[in-house]
T-cell receptor, first 114, second 114 residues
Framework: AQSVTQPDIHITVSEGASLELRCNYS??????LFWYVQSPGQGLQLLLK??????LVQGIKGFEAEFKRSQSSFNLRKPSVHWSDAAEYFC????????????FGKGTRLSVIA | ETGVTQTPRHLVMGMTNKKSLKCEQH?????MYWYKQSAKKPLELMFV???????ENNSVPSRFSPECPNSSHLFLHLHTLQPEDSALYLC?????????????FGQGTRLTVV
């Protein structure tokens, strides 16, 4: 079964600074990979996903993520953070076979300071 | 309406009450899910329905009873809850419940058990 680890529980960055949120997965093959964002009191919204092909994936709101097979990672990046990016971010991994739902990481809470 | 809609958004109930949470999806998906999100815990998958049949039940206490009358509607019936059941309950849907299926989330029901 697949699993996913988000090593950072909480990250604080200054507005305008760059951001990188870490995600590591465990799976026997190349998985499907997703990043979701959750604003306070809201559901989760998909930011981007990786299925195959180009390992650098562009998403909404200026986010991108890079799949690195050698490191089993799928880190989320944004070159310049805005105050509205403050939220909880979840990495998720999907299996390439079987009927198993997505497995979510524990999330990373992002705070943005002026 | 589009997407996944959950009602009510907020619910306060006593430990002896019976209430139900409702979820409706307008995406034509075949799989629906209930997740529990507590303050200090990661997303916990509670139930998975695929084509209206329950395919996964992650050892959830019997005081939570799901119902999926058709592929568009999902209910969570609550009975004799405990204060530790207070959480954000999220409903999601996906095309077929496979690993490559993006999950679409509702905004959640904030449940408080008093």
């Amino acid at each position: 079964a697949q699993s996913v680890t988000q090593p950072d529980i909480h990250i604080t960055v200054s507005e305008g600074a760059s951001l990188e949120l870490r995600c590591n997965y465990s799976y026997g093959a190349t998985p499907y990979l997703f990043w979701y964002v959750q604003s306070p009191g809201q559901g989760l919204q998909l930011l981007l996903k990786y299925f195959s092909g180009d390992t650098l994936v562009q998403g909404i709101k200026g986010f991108e993520a890079e799949f690195k097979r050698s490191q089993s990672s799928f880190n989320l990046r944004k070159p310049s953070v805005h105050w509205s990016d403050a939220a909880e971010y979840f990495c998720a991994v999907g299996a390439r076979s079987g009927n198993t739902p997505l497995v979510f990481g524990k999330g990373t809470r992002l705070s943005v300071i002026a | 309406e589009t997407g996944v809609t959950q009602t009510p958004r907020h619910l306060v109930m006593g430990m002896t009450n019976k209430k139900s949470l409702k979820c409706e999806q307008h995406l034509g998906h075949n799989a629906m899910y209930w997740y529990k999100q507590s303050a200090k815990k990661p997303l916990e998958l509670m139930f998975v329905y695929s084509l209206e049949e329950r395919v996964e039940n992650n050892s959830v206490p019997s005081r939570f009873s799901p119902e999926c009358p058709n592929s568009s509607h999902l209910f969570l019936h609550l009975h004799t809850l405990q204060p530790e059941d207070s959480a954000l309950y999220l409903c999601a849907s996906s095309q077929d419940g496979r690993g490559w299926d993006e999950a679409f989330f509702g905004q959640g029901t904030r449940l408080t058990v008093v």
